[in-house]
């Protein structure tokens, strides 16, 4: 079973700034089957990023996510207000059984 | 418009069942494995069960492995998840959610506004 870390636990930054949150597997990924959510308080997860780097439908172009094998990160260019969330990966290589990580919660400075 | 909505939860004491549905609507239902992943409170989310298309394959997690049963009716367009014996640990937040792909591996690119379940006594 992989084990998925997110780094830092929490992350507090100012809007306007840029974000980078991480994601590390125990063993590596295959074909990049690694996604990104986005999750605020009392709603349901939104699929950010697929496939390690791509955008998934009407997400903004200030998220990006790069990275294979077994690390793995998300970026956020410019922080909007709107954007301060918790935030975690899954791995999906073996979907329909998912891995996701513990979380970044990224807090307002 | 894709659109998934579960019913069920609720409060049930220790060593009680509970049944959740979802009822999904705007895709075709049989073509997508359905999984069901959970919250709880003030955590992280943990991959519970998976059922494929055809209802053929069901997954689960070692925690609830016995205990729970996936199940669905393409018929109805309905997932569901049969809870038994029943643990406080068991309490979360219940998500039902789309695979984004038929036919090979893919993330979860619909979710439902999730069910509470509560157990205690």
């Known amino acids: 079973e992989i084990v998925l870390t997110q780094s830092p636990g929490t992350l507090s930054l100012s809007p306007g700034e840029r974000a980078t949150l991480s994601c590390r597997a125990s063993q590596s990924v295959s074909s990049s089957y690694l996604a990104w959510y986005q999750q605020k308080a009392g709603q349901a997860p939104r699929l950010l990023i697929y496939?390690?780097?791509s955008r998934a439908t009407g997400i903004p172009d200030r998220f990006s996510g790069s990275g294979s094998g077994t690390d793995f990160t998300l970026t956020i260019s410019r922080l909007e207000p709107e954007d301060f969330a918790v935030y975690y990966c899954q791995q999906y290589g073996a979907s329909p059984i998912y891995t996701f990580g513990q979380g970044t919660k990224l807090e307002i400075k | 418009e894709v659109q998934l909505l579960e019913s069920g939860g609720g409060l049930v004491q220790p060593g009680g069942s509970l049944r959740l549905s979802c009822a999904a609507s705007?895709?075709?239902?049989?073509?997508?494995?359905m999984t069901w992943v959970r919250q709880t409170p003030g955590k992280g989310l943990e991959w519970v069960s998976a059922i494929s298309g055809s209802g053929a394959a069901t997954y689960y997690a070692d925690s609830v492995k016995g205990r729970f049963t996936i199940s669905r009716d393409n018929s109805k367009n309905t997932l569901y998840l049969q809870m038994n014996s029943l643990r406080a640990e068991d309490t979360a937040v219940y998500y039902c959610?789309?695979?984004?792909?038929?036919?090979?591996?893919?993330?979860?690119?619909?979710w439902g506004q999730g069910a509470l379940v509560t157990v205690s006594s």
């Open positions: 705007g895709f075709t239902f049989s073509n997508y494995a």
């Open positions: 496939g390690a780097s």
């Open positions: 959610a789309k695979r984004s792909i038929s036919r090979a591996p893919g993330p979860l690119d619909y």
